[in-house]
């Protein structure tokens, strides 16, 4: 079974992708915050990161970065889920590693679809 991190300030937003997550048979554990994520990650590597780029102190821009320069987690696939749905932040998300960015707030297809193409369902 997979399992995935899922980084976002809004826990009411953790816990819907969480849940979501649950329904699709993937293993998810929820972090509030930047620090608490890259511990988490480093702790028990997930199969797949949900990560919200507008988050107080560190961005997640710069836990992307810092998550791509680690060993044992560059490979780990990063779907950016936020609400700036500009075009700049989408290129900027490849461009630092994402897989892919998923606008706020997210559906259940979306989250299935990034899943199959993983291969991690």
Do not use: H
């Not at 044992?72 to 590693?97: C, F, M, N, R, Y």
């Amino acid at each position: 079974m997979a399992n995935a991190l899922v980084i976002d300030d809004n826990r009411q937003m953790a816990s819907s992708v969480c849940e979501m997550l649950k329904v699709l048979g993937v293993t998810p554990q929820a972090v509030y915050g930047p620090r608490d994520a890259i511990i988490m990650a480093q702790k028990n590597t997930p199969d797949i990161v949900f990560l919200d780029i507008n988050m107080p102190g560190v961005d997640g821009f710069e836990v992307l970065s810092y998550l791509k320069r680690m060993p044992g987690l560059s490979e780990v696939p990063v779907v950016i889920v936020t609400s700036d749905d500009q075009p700049e932040t989408a290129e900027k998300a490849k461009s630092k590693g994402a897989l892919c960015l998923i606008i706020k707030p997210l559906s259940f297809d979306e989250l299935e679809k990034v899943l199959q193409d993983t291969k991690l369902i």
